[in-house]
């Protein structure tokens, strides 16, 4: 990102030193100017970067998840069946009957 400096700091400059002493100058600062200004926005960008990986879920942190709502969902899934099974006769009467223990 080029930066230019407006014709009136050169024109300052150039009354109390030489024409291409001024031009030297002018030429350092706009150089170091870009180089500050490049460094800033790649630092402003890292920070921005990883301050976004600290605040969003990864797919790593995601996939975990889903696995603890997955076996969640499972032991609900069983506890609900055996409540059900347990709570009514006749799908107590017809586990007995699949185990072989009632005819």
Same mark, same amino acid.
């Given at each position: 990102?080029?930066?230019?400096?407006? %014709?009136?700091?050169? /024109?300052? $400059?150039?009354?109390?030193?030489?024409?291409? &002493?001024?031009?030297?100058?002018?030429?350092?600062?706009?150089?170091? %100017?870009? &180089?500050?200004? /490049?460094?800033?926005?790649?630092?402003?960008? &890292?920070?921005?970067?990883?301050?976004?990986?600290?605040?969003?879920?990864?797919k790593a942190d !995601?996939? $975990? !998840?889903?696995?603890?709502?997955?076996?969640?969902?499972?032991?609900?899934?069983? %506890?609900?069946?055996?409540? %059900?099974? !347990?709570?009514?006769?006749?799908?107590? &009467?017809?586990?007995?009957?699949? !185990?072989?223990?009632?005819?």
């Amino acid at each position: 990102m080029a930066v230019t400096l407006p %014709i009136e700091v050169y /024109e300052a $400059l150039e009354k109390t030193m030489e024409h291409d &002493d001024a031009k030297r100058v002018i030429k350092a600062f706009e150089t170091t %100017i870009s &180089d500050l200004t /490049e460094y800033k926005w790649k630092t402003s960008k &890292d920070e921005l970067l990883t301050e976004m990986e600290k605040r969003f879920a990864t797919k790593a942190d !995601l996939a $975990l !998840l889903e696995l603890k709502l997955e076996s969640k969902m499972r032991l609900y899934f069983l %506890i609900l069946v055996f409540v %059900i099974i !347990l709570t009514n006769s006749k799908a107590l &009467d017809l586990l007995y009957k699949f !185990l072989g223990f009632m005819k």
